[in-house]
């Protein structure tokens, strides 16, 4: 009896699965690996398209191949792989879906989730794999070079409102034109954040309505690079106009928390000390971290993030994170400041470590005040 | 003790969180519902967003009410929540983490996955759902439209390729264009296909390179509305120049299967039943499927598929679909033709079940032919 690695996903939407045969499928299909064989089963929808797209060494069988009556039910075609292969247990995910791994069991079948990555190799990323997150920093580049552009050609109207081509500028429009130049270029994008005043004070809100002078815009682009479905992300807050004292004392501080837990990033360093570290420059700066009025203020989110087949994947730079880092991982750094009084600002670079330290592959200056002209 | 529903997934990834309660964060969070309860369980960083953006009546708590040492651990989380509310038990979608399950189980909690639709009430549009759906339509016809002005601008150079913008136009410029045409009106999408000649033959090829004259071009277009998260779906098949006679049979078999599939479409009807009809009908005109030298050919995916907060959802108009029609599905009816030595036909129309038959909710002209020009 054999053991064997199982997958049953989409490769548009599974890292995992993607990073195993290199299919991106929009549909959950089969992978799996046993003894030297490694091979996916897909619809014929997919096969041809399959065999052109797949990695190496990986064979296409067709649904109908371990289904003689054509049923897509994947309980039945994994049973059938497993008994053609002798196939006593499966290695699955984590995130496996329950529904077909209870099925399996019920089945006699053994389905062990793996606790932690199922390719922790996934976390060290290849030269290959960096020079596919950097290419998707170059579209993120691209995307907020587009975006401050657009904010300078921008005027100032009487109200304060931002006026670009003859109209309103609103965060969707800035959001539109930033995911053109990104498309343009072979990035896909479809949340980018242009959040401006107190919706800057919510880290994840994507922005809606229009833009003001004088208040900080958060700007945070997480683009997908098509051919290759590597991430890219990166961050910058601006104004229009004259930041407030408040907002130039928030700005120095993030970027010397940014900048100062670029030093302390090595292999060996714990993740969670990092994130204290950074957090704490920004305390020595006089920005406390709290919740009052059910608002939450200060620096209330990890200071970045695993980056590659996902935007968000190990290993987190957060309180919690206790793993050593290793060497090889690329990470976000993205330190911020959120009160709802003024707004917010995120400052954001990606970096890999390295041997001695961390290379920083993020190439965008950090500039906060973009100047107004009045209309 | 209780029972609860529970569900543990991204909003922006999971229709069924999204159908649940509306919030579309990026990454995995929790969301169940106890007697006359229903809440969900996020991290700080998207507390005060998921207070605006929830349905009704769902109360919004911070993973450190559950965790007061504020680890991110769902497992932990969840069972405190059970505990706090006596709960013994829990249904949950059967694409549920295994993980997170067998660690649930571990703590003698009883998880049960459902067999079938989590929300079966999902199938069935409500008049806002339908309303939605049809906005994302409008979006990609608005898409085809842009994308069938860029092929009838173009010209043809002496190679047979297109030539636009004084340069030749590949699958990838093409996509680019619709893809902007879309953005413009709030909908993403990060893979249409834009297949030329014998890449058109594999139904899921997105295309790239150069387009060339007098061979089909299979536009399929899907863009998802930020604002609601529902999908459109719209796909023709144009010839720049000339269409060959093979191909203006196959269009003719491929338009009429699509048409008549449309007239047996009601409640009561069985989708594999329909779907054999359409295939009849192909049969009828000449048209074989089969398989031969490694490829596929003929009509081998099913006719169509639900369509809503998934690209692809229940019920599904294929070989298998048993289940009858009930009245208030949206359904793509997407009859198609593929064949190496020529390229291939789709034409996809969306449809309603109304109580007596369907309403084709697609507004757009079958046109195979785009004119012409030399250069």
Known sequence: MNKADLIFAAGETSAD????CGFRAP???????CLQERGIIVSALEQDRAEKECKPNVAIFGRNEF??????DPLEIICSLAESRDIAEFRVPSDFPLGLA???????????????????ERQRKSAQELDHIIAALRVAEAGLRRGVAVIREAAVNADGR??????ILTSEILQAEIAISMIRRGGFSDATIAACGNQAAQPHHTGSGPLSANKTIILDIFPRLHQTGYWGDLTRTVVKGQAPDIVKKAYAAVFEA?????TLIRPGAIPAEIHEAAKTVLENHGFRTGRQNDRNFGFFHGLGHGLGLQIHEKPCLDSVGAEPLQGGEVLTVEPGLYYPEWGGVRLEDVVTVTPDGCRCLTEMENVLEIEAMAK
Chains 1, 2 share one sequence.
């Not at 699965?17 to 195993?20: N, T």
């Not at 549909?27 to 690996?33: E, G, M, S, V």
């Not at 931002?162 to 109209?167: D, F, M, P, R």
């Open 162 to 167: 931002l006026v670009w081509n003859g109209e």
């Open 17 to 20: 699965m993607l990073y195993a």
């Open 102 to 120: 209870d099925g399996l069991r019920q089945h006699g079948l053994i389905v062990q989730a793996e606790k932690g990555l199922f390719y922790p």
């Open 27 to 33: 549909d959950p299909f089969i992978y799996f690996t």
């Open 67 to 72: 289904s003689p009556d054509g049923r897509p």
């Open 258 to 262: 940014r900048e100062y837990a670029k």
